[in-house]
């Protein structure tokens, strides 16, 4: 059995929800109110967080799928570990797809989309097939590199005079509808209502006594630091030009200028966002292949190879970047996502607590 | 010492019968047939062993301690002291006149005798078979026969010419022992147990090779050390059969955890000191005969970016170095691959006047930037192992072609830019300052790889190549410790000395994970601070 | 493991190996451009490049001696859209374009009049190569003429450019650096009309175009800034001149150090002139509403040393300074007035007036773009407060030691 000590837990936790989130305007919807979008999904995403951790609260030594056939039955949680077994596949996809296309659009307009695609999916599947305990502790060591790139940024920020804070007025100018439009289900199903993932590797944990405290903590850190970067893209580009460009935090990057020297800072950007691909994507193909290896039994490198394999044909699925992101964000972030982040698991909690009430009764009764 | 190692070598040599049972079976063993109760007899016997090699001397006296037997004494010239064995064996033998009386038995008494009253030697030993008998003239000890008994005994007389403790040539320090080890294991040894003091250093023997028959050591401390890496270390070493070991290297590669890795997972040194400091880290040091260089296991990879010196030196500049080491070791791997990446995708990164400047560099080069860098890497590898191997009297003339003719006219014939003869120059400067030559030389054959991913995919594909490296580093484990310990998996105690060294009276534990038992080094409270009444006035 | 290893790293080698290096081109095969300029002729887009030459800027060089050979040179094209041309320009040079360190484009009038910026803003901003933070340039006549101008002291001309426009926003505060993204927002923004500085060539530009130029003393024709263009949604309006630029500095709180010289008020000294330098100012916009209009309220504060004084004032006394500061408020209150006039006239906002009240009071804001010219239902009050830290390093005017000399 592998395990996993709390350092390791925080640093995927970070890594996986700062993820590619940074680079783009969350909740961009609201103009000069995106900031608030952020908090209220991050508060929101909170609620999914704590339905989670009671998820595995009640079932301390299992993973999710073991969770869904256990509590679910055979044939029904069968289909929903084979549901979910997709959507990790999906979601690790559609991050491959993302990062492919973002490296096309900025740094590598002739190199084949297949072959990037194909290193990363490579580069994750090597992680894969070492096991979960090395993945997560190359997570481990990337967190202070990845935190540390992030504060320079933001220090860079600061110094090269780009910031305006007048540009967030006039604060709720249309209310607080179109804020809360924005943030539910959109912002929370990108990026924070991804966590579900994590249900599949929480049982990994050496001391669970600290898992609901870690993640919170860990949760609310990201939560911090996606609402500075989405203040700092506000302020710097406000709203009018965030709304039409693909790529906001690289544009507001390659603002910098310091000294005549550091100027173009974007292939740093890149850097920090391609740690947080590889940990998101790597995240879900390792979710996808725990659900495979619970349903069949197969050595993990097989598993790893045939999930591999799976997530690269699908990423060719999309015909171009439009479609790709026009799909993730008008389809799957309102109607597709939110099935896996908040039902699914809203019913799971509710089973849990239902069989939890009856069992007491039922001790109660035989009791007395 | 002795007894225990000549046991440890008979049970070593039993495992060796046992591989021959089900493997080939090996001519250079050493015949286990007892002695025979003829001088004459033994003697022919080892002369035709040996060839009547003229380094083994037959001394045969027909009178001992007064009495008249037969006796020989033989040992290897060079190898024992000519000193010893004229002052303390044959002095005793020829010039004592024992006054007892041996009507019974002469020569088995007059061996009692010598053994027991007689002979003026420290250390002397039984010996009954062939075996034993080689073993021991071929260790350097004088082996004494006395016609009549199919018995002899061998004294100690190790010496002969050898090298004398002298400054270590690689690692050099400033601050620091000016010792180094030398190809002789004892004195080795002696040179650690000089600095540990303590009857829980703990050596185990083994002998190693079945011709060269090498004697190892393995040095730990018994109850700081962590007893299962002492076990992996010993199973591993037992596992080895081959025909020869001349040098540490030998066993690196058969008891380290992974071949296919550009990273040493062991590691040696030529200090004393140094390896001392490992042992009383809980780390296993295995010697070599014949090798001035000590493995040391387990080892994690931030210590390799670690000198001794650091401990000598003040903790505020010996923090510093280690973090120009690593930043040197990156610039090492990455700075031609870094350069290529910028100059030939990246050109917007640059700052426009430097851009300028590098582009009219470059007019008239005819070769793209990727096969210009690994020409020029080429060329250095080729100087850096010529130094290596030519005399030294003609070392400057190759430094002046070096620098000269390949540096500057090749800048001047337009066949390469200046920048990049900068820039390779620096990657081999930087090359040089890890301590360990294991990890310059990882960082060196990463480096062409680098160049390749750097020339193909730009910044993407260097990204791509430390993800991959990352994730293999991650993976790695030396004797069942991570390699990334103490940042993969994070231990807190253990930051105080990796990248950073913090004071010595900060350093209260030891590292936990080689350790795990012990883990206490020294008392808490040991800050200095003025005292009260200094304080008062 | 380790055949699945090989067989990666055999697969990796291969598709790299075969295909080449998509992306990679070599220094030597790129001409970096630094100065870009648009005009337009025969409805046509005419886009010129004012490229570098390295071996004639770099000090030492494998080849070719510095000095004999132009550091840039200028092609110029044509093409229906802007992409267009600029492919065009592969038919004539011998090497890719390189954008990425275009530091300055220049537009004509005649293209920000008829054309208007849209197009060219969509095209500059679009691709990854192109630099946001190029300086956006107006210029009254042809605007590739101005690629062709030596500047002495400078080889590139396209980066001397942008550092005369930081060196006036620095030391004289009129005109502003207009970064590309600054330009684009400032464009876009409902609240706020787009300005850009006009670049002027005085002389005789076709022998300063001539190397030749370089090896006199005094320069036959030499690049400047001039007035500043205004825009309206994205067409240039107009133009304002020099005192007004420094006055909408001023309002949007951008002046960093500036000279305002004012005549002396004492008798017979009419002609006499005194220069106060800004060292620091800042200026706070309060949008209110009274009787139902609405009034800012611009309150100036600036700090500031004497730099020359030809009027007889005695400057030890802080009686003498007080007046002084007060003539200096009334001076620059008085231009700042006259300046809004003429913004309400041409009907734009560059003050960024309009965005105060959009901050402080949408509701407002929203009343007020109902409204055909929302300018000029905007009343501006002013208060200009001036301190004077010192008079550097003599007191009393050096003309006041002349005053009692009889001969």
């Known amino acids: ?368 | 010492m002795r007894p225990f190692f000549k046991s440890k070598q008979d049970s070593s040599g039993d495992s060796k019968q046992n591989h021959d049972k089900n493997e080939q079976p090996s001519e250079f063993n050493m015949p286990e047939t007892p002695l025979s109760k003829y001088l004459d007899v033994n003697v022919q016997t080892i002369k035709e062993m040996t060839g009547d090699s003229s380094d083994i001397i037959i001394r045969r006296l027909d009178q001992a301690l007064g009495k008249p037997v037969h006796v020989a004494v033989i040992y290897t010239d060079g190898l024992a002291d000519e000193q010893i064995i004229n002052n303390s064996i044959l002095k005793s033998l020829t010039q004592i006149q024992a006054d007892a009386d041996c009507s019974l038995d002469p020569p088995k008494q007059v061996l009692g005798w010598i053994k027991h009253r007689f002979l003026a030697i420290g250390q002397v030993t039984d010996i009954d078979t062939m075996k034993k008998l080689f073993d021991a003239i071929l260790a350097g000890n004088t082996v004494i026969l006395v016609d009549g008994t199919a018995k002899g005994i061998s004294a100690s007389s190790a010496g002969g010419e050898q090298r004398g403790v002298d400054e270590p040539q690689s690692q050099t320090v400033i601050r620091g022992p000016r010792e180094g080890f030398t190809e002789n294991l004892r004195i080795n040894t002696s040179l650690i147990r000089r600095k540990i003091k303590n009857p829980n250093l703990w050596i185990v023997d083994r002998t190693i090779g079945r011709v060269t028959q090498t004697d190892v050591a393995v040095m730990y401390i018994h109850g700081i050390a962590s007893d299962d890496v002492v076990k992996e270390i010993l199973k591993r070493l037992d596992r080895i059969d081959i025909d020869s070991v001349l040098e540490s290297g030998y066993i690196e590669e058969f008891i380290q955890d992974a071949t296919f890795t550009p990273f040493p997972t062991l590691t040696n040194s030529e200090r004393p000191d140094a390896i001392a400091g490992a042992i009383l880290e809980g780390k296993v040091a295995i010697l070599v005969d014949g090798s001035p260089f000590v493995l040391i296991a387990p080892i994690t990879i931030f210590k390799l970016f670690q000198s001794s010196e650091d401990y000598y030196q003040k903790f505020d500049i010996a923090t510093f170095l280690r973090l120009m080491r690593i930043i040197a070791f990156v610039f090492s791997m990455l700075l031609p691959s870094m350069y290529i990446a910028i100059t030939t995708f990246h050109q917007q990164m640059l700052p426009t006047t430097l851009l300028i400047s590098l582009a009219a560099q470059r007019e008239g080069v005819p070769f793209p930037a990727f096969v210009e860098a690994l020409a020029m890497e080429i060329t250095f590898e080729v100087l850096r192992e010529a130094g290596v191997r030519m005399p030294r009297a003609i070392g400057s003339a190759i430094s002046i072609v070096g620098a000269l003719v390949l540096g500057q006219a090749a800048v001047q014939a337009g066949l390469v830019s200046a920048a990049m003869v900068i820039i390779v120059a620096f990657t081999a400067i930087a090359g040089f300052v890890a301590p360990s030559v294991s990890l310059s030389n990882s960082a060196r054959l990463l480096r062409f790889g680098f160049m390749l991913l750097a020339a193909t995919l730009g910044l993407f594909g260097i990204i791509a190549g430390l993800m991959a490296m990352l994730i293999h580093l991650a993976g790695l484990r030396s004797f069942g410790i991570p390699y990334l310990i103490p940042l993969a998996p994070f231990t807190t105690s253990d930051q105080k000395d990796s990248l950073v060294r913090v004071p010595w009276w900060a350093m209260i534990k030891r590292p936990t994970l080689i350790s795990q038992k012990n883990v206490k080094r020294q008392k808490s409270i040991q800050k200095p601070s003025p005292s009260k009444d200094e304080q008062e006035q | 493991m380790l055949r699945r290893l090989g067989i990666m790293i055999l697969m990796l080698s291969v598709a790299l190996l075969t295909s080449g290096c998509w992306d990679s081109q070599e220094l030597n095969t790129l001409s970096i451009i630094s100065a870009t300029s648009i005009d337009r002729s025969n409805g046509k887009w005419e886009i010129s490049f004012q490229v570098v030459i390295p071996q004639s800027i770099a000090t030492q060089t494998g080849g070719g001696s510095a000095g004999s050979q132009s550091p840039t040179t200028i092609f110029s094209t044509k093409g229906r859209s802007i992409a267009e041309a600029m492919q065009n320009a592969s038919l004539e040079t011998s090497r890719k374009l390189f954008f990425a360190h275009n530091s300055v484009l220049i537009l004509s009038e005649d293209v920000a009049r008829k054309e208007g910026v849209g197009e060219i803003l969509d095209f500059f901003l679009r691709p990854f190569e192109s630099r946001e933070t190029m300086s956006v340039l107006l210029t009254k006549g042809k605007a590739s003429n101005l690629l062709e101008v030596l500047i002495p002291l400078e080889k590139i001309s396209g980066n001397a450019i942008q550092r005369i426009i930081d060196q006036s926003q620095k030391n004289l505060s009129q005109a502003q650096n207009m970064r590309l993204i600054d330009f684009a927002r400032m464009v876009a923004s409902l609240d706020e009309s787009a300005m850009a500085p006009e670049l002027e060539v005085s002389g005789d530009l076709t022998k300063q175009s001539s190397l030749d130029a370089l090896k006199s003393t005094r320069n036959d024709a030499v690049i400047k800034l001039g007035e500043l263009g205004v825009f309206r949604k994205d067409k240039l309006v107009g133009w304002i001149d020099q005192k007004d630029s420094r006055s909408v500095a001023w309002l949007s709180d951008r002046v960093s150090s500036m000279m305002v010289v004012i005549p002396c008020t004492a008798k017979g000294q009419e002609n006499q002139l005194l220069s106060y330098r800004v060292l620091k100012s800042s200026t706070k916009l309060e949008p209110k509403v009274i009787h139902g209009k609405s009034v800012i309220h611009a309150k100036i504060s600036a700090t500031g040393v004497i730099d020359e004084s030809g009027c007889n004032l005695d400057l030890k006394n802080p009686g003498v300074v007080r007046d002084l500061e007060r003539t200096i408020s009334k001076q620059i209150g008085g231009d700042v007035m006259e300046t809004w006039s003429h913004l309400q006239e041409m009907n734009v906002d560059l003050a960024g007036f309009m965005n105060a009240i959009h901050r402080k009071d949408p509701s407002t804001w929203r009343k007020l773009m109902k409204t055909k010219r929302p300018i000029e239902e905007i009343s501006l009050r002013v208060q200009v407060k001036i301190n004077i830290e010192h008079t550097n390093m003599i007191t009393k005017p050096y003309s006041s030691l002349l005053k009692d000399q009889k001969f």
């Open chain 1, 1 to 368: 059995m592998q395990k996993i000590d709390k350092y390791e837990l925080i640093a995927m936790m970070i890594l996986f929800l700062i993820g590619t989130s940074p680079l783009y305007e969350l909740g961009v919807g609201a103009k000069q109110d995106a900031w608030l979008v952020v908090i209220v999904a991050m508060l929101a995403g909170l609620l999914l967080l704590l339905v989670y951790l009671f998820i595995q609260k009640g079932n301390e030594d299992r993973n999710l799928f073991e969770i869904l056939n256990q509590q679910l039955g055979r044939i029904l949680g069968t289909i929903v570990t084979i549901a979910y077994i997709f959507y990790f596949s999906y979601e690790s996809m559609r991050n491959t797809r993302e990062f492919g296309d973002i490296i096309n659009i900025s740094f590598l307009p002739k190199t084949p989309l297949s072959l990037l695609m194909l290193i990363m999916i490579l580069l994750s599947a090597y992680a894969i097939s070492k096991g979960t305990e090395v993945f997560f502790r190359v997570v481990e060591f990337l967190l202070p590199f990845t935190i540390l790139g992030y504060f320079l940024i933001f220090l860079m920020f600061i110094v090269s005079k780009n910031i305006h804070l007048e540009r967030l007025q006039p604060v709720l100018e249309h209310g607080i509808m179109p804020v809360i439009r924005e943030a539910i289900p959109k912002v929370i199903s990108f990026p924070f209502g991804e966590v579900v993932v994590f249900l599949a590797f929480w049982k990994h944990l050496n001391n669970k006594k600290n898992l609901s405290k870690l993640s919170i903590y860990s949760y609310l850190f990201v939560g911090i630091l996606l609402l500075t970067f989405n203040l700092l893209n506000l302020t710097i580009l406000s709203p009018q030009i965030l709304s039409i460009t693909t790529l906001p935090m690289l544009r507001s990057v390659r603002l910098i200028e310091i000294a005549d020297f550091l100027e173009r800072l974007d292939p740093v950007i890149i850097l920090l966002i391609y740690i947080g691909i590889f940990v998101k994507m790597t995240a879900f193909y390792l979710g996808a292949v725990i659900g495979l290896s619970y349903l069949v039994k197969m050595s993990h490198k097989k598993l790893t190879v045939i999930v591999g394999a799976f997530i690269y044909t699908i990423s060719f699925a999309a015909p171009n970047f439009i479609y790709h992101t026009w799909i993730g964000f008008t389809r799957n972030l309102m109607y597709d996502f939110p099935v896996f982040q908040i039902w699914i698991p809203l019913a799971l909690a509710a089973v849990v607590l239902m069989k939890k009430l009856f069992s007491r009764k039922g001790k109660q009764t035989g009791g007395s």
